[in-house]
T-cell receptor, first 118, second 112 residues
Framework: EAQVTQNPRYLITVTGKKLTVTCSQNMNHEYMSWYRQDPGLGLRQIYYSMNVEVTDKGDVPEGYKVSRKEKRNFPLILESPSPNQTSLYFC?????????????????FGSGTRLTVV | SQKIEQNSEALNIQEGKTATLTCNYT??????LQWYRQDPGRGPVFLLL???NEKEKRKERLKVTFDTTLKQSLFHITASQPADSATYLCALVMDSNYQLIWGAGTKLIIKP
């Protein structure tokens, strides 16, 4: 089944303890992205990647890191989590069409990771 | 300033009727507009994409219109069913960088 898999589904952690949320897709998509979703604010992009070893900042990158060493994986790293990073996180992927992401396709989203930082 | 707006209040519709959701935007010139469905605690699911040169797109019971003069997209679900209850998100796709700009979504409730 074509899908984007995120782990863990739920995570409670303490301030300052480094964590990684994994994201893997099995559709050979070039484009991958991380979002956070907070009530009333909609989806906000954290980082995205157009291909292996190519990453770029989205709208809210502070406090986050990503890497894209392989096409299928795009982990999100919080080096020193803080309570304001408590949120619902989504990974998404899309194929590139003639060099343009999402020109003809929508995103495929993972099931989400609900992170609580205390 | 740039804005994308969807009705923040929930939309209650009787089963069998047509549900119409609105997505308005200002100070953007999107090349495409997409609609997604999101169930509580789950990731959004892509439904439809419409290009700036298309007025209307249909898929089964779904219809999307895109008016670049009014800067508005309407999303219609005909013969609505309780299973259509969800939050519906619109997203603008800018030609310059192909990133998506998301509305906050409208919650749709279909009552039996």
């Amino acid at each position: 089944e074509a899908q984007v898999t995120q782990n863990p589904r739920y995570l409670i952690t303490v301030t300052g303890k480094k964590l990684t949320v994994t994201c893997s897709q099995n559709m050979n998509h070039e484009y991958m992205s991380w979002y956070r979703q907070d009530p009333g604010l909609g989806l906000r992009q954290i980082y995205y990647s157009m291909n292996v070893e190519v990453t770029d900042k989205g709208d809210v990158p502070e406090g986050y890191k990503v890497s894209r060493k392989e096409k299928r994986n795009f982990p999100l790293i919080l080096e020193s989590p803080s309570p304001n990073q408590t949120s619902l996180y989504f990974c998404a992927s899309s194929p590139l069409s003639a060099g343009a992401a999402v020109a003809n396709y929508g995103y495929t989203f993972g099931s989400g990771t609900r992170l609580t930082v205390v | 300033s740039q804005k994308i707006e969807q009705n923040s209040e929930a939309l209650n519709i009787q089963e069998g009727k047509t549900a119409t959701l609105t997505c308005n935007y200002t100070n953007y010139s999107p090349a495409y507009l997409q609609w997604y469905r999101q169930d509580p605690g789950r990731g959004p699911v892509f439904l439809l994409l419409i290009r700036e040169n298309e007025k209307e797109k249909r898929k089964e019971r779904l219809k999307v219109t895109f008016d670049t003069t009014l800067k508005q997209s309407l999303f219609h679900i005909t013969a609505s069913q309780p299973a259509d209850s969800a939050t519906y998100l619109c997203a603008l796709v800018m030609d310059s960088n192909y990133q998506l700009i998301w509305g906050a979504g409208t919650k749709l409730i279909i009552k039996p």
